[in-house]
């Protein structure tokens, strides 16, 4: 009797230590899950911050960038430099920025705006030296008693991305002599070509490359894209 008594008084004892232990367990993984919602929440509300102030950050940098090209541009054309023609100038780059600030770098994807300017100063140099090969070529076709000339409309589908890469991309091509843009349908570009190495020239896709490689195109990476951002994502790493 005495031995059945301590056998119960055993189990008993091992199942009350099991339903604890299961207890203890459900406790840890519940503190677990806690801990790492917790942490989970945490890091979305400083992935948030940080991509606002990003955000932020670019959005003043693009309106700073906006005002400078077209104050610059309203002073070449107005070529006055007095109080009022200044002050107009203030007013309507201040205004136009304000309402378009996010129209020109608007496909901005790596880097900063910096950059972006930086290497639409040094796209102007090559475009001005490809519209002064251009008018030759036009001005020797002209002046040839054969007059070797071969108009066509090219069509080619642009790996371009952005409506701003894309106007770009159309006027470069519209200002080099030779060349015109007629339209735009679904990424397909249709150009009017005068002769068969102007077809040639544009088919080699050095413009486009250069568009894409001045507003950051995704489908265009090259080894230069990756040397000028490498900085910016070291900062980035040492402020996270």
């Known amino acids: 009797m005495e031995v059945t008594l301590l056998v119960e008084a055993m189990d008993n004892s091992f199942r009350l230590m099991e339903n604890a232990k299961t207890q203890a367990i459900e406790l840890l993984n519940s503190a677990v899950r806690l801990t790492s919602e917790t942490r989970a929440v945490e890091k979305k509300k400083f992935e948030t911050i940080f991509t606002g102030a990003r955000e932020a950050r670019a959005r003043v940098q693009n309106m700073i960038a906006t005002f400078g090209i077209l104050f610059v541009f309203w002073l070449v054309l107005s070529a006055k430099f007095d109080l009022f023609h200044l002050s107009l100038g203030v007013i309507c780059s201040g205004v136009v920025t304000f309402m378009s600030h996010d129209l020109l770098f608007a496909n901005v994807r790596v880097g900063d705006i910096r950059l972006m300017l930086w290497r639409f100063v040094t796209y102007i140099p090559w475009l001005l030296y490809q519209i002064l090969l251009a008018n030759f070529h036009v001005a020797s076709l002209v002046l040839s008693p054969r007059m ?11 790996k371009l991305e952005s409506d701003m890469s894309w106007v770009t991309l159309a006027n470069s091509i519209t200002l080099t002599p030779g060349t015109i843009t007629m339209d735009i349908r679904e990424r397909e570009f249709f150009v009017h070509a005068l002769s068969k190495k102007v ?3 544009l088919s080699t896709g050095e ?3 250069r568009v894409a490689h001045m507003y950051m195109e995704a489908d265009h990476i090259y080894i230069q894209d990756v040397l ?13």
Request: charged share 30%; hydrophobic share 40%.
């Open 148 to 158: 070797p000339i071969y108009p066509q409309v090219v069509c080619f589908k642009t």
């Open 228 to 240: 000028d951002v490498a900085p910016i994502f070291g900062e980035l790493r040492r402020t996270l």
């Open 199 to 201: 077809a040639d020239d």
């Open 207 to 209: 413009m486009e490359d």
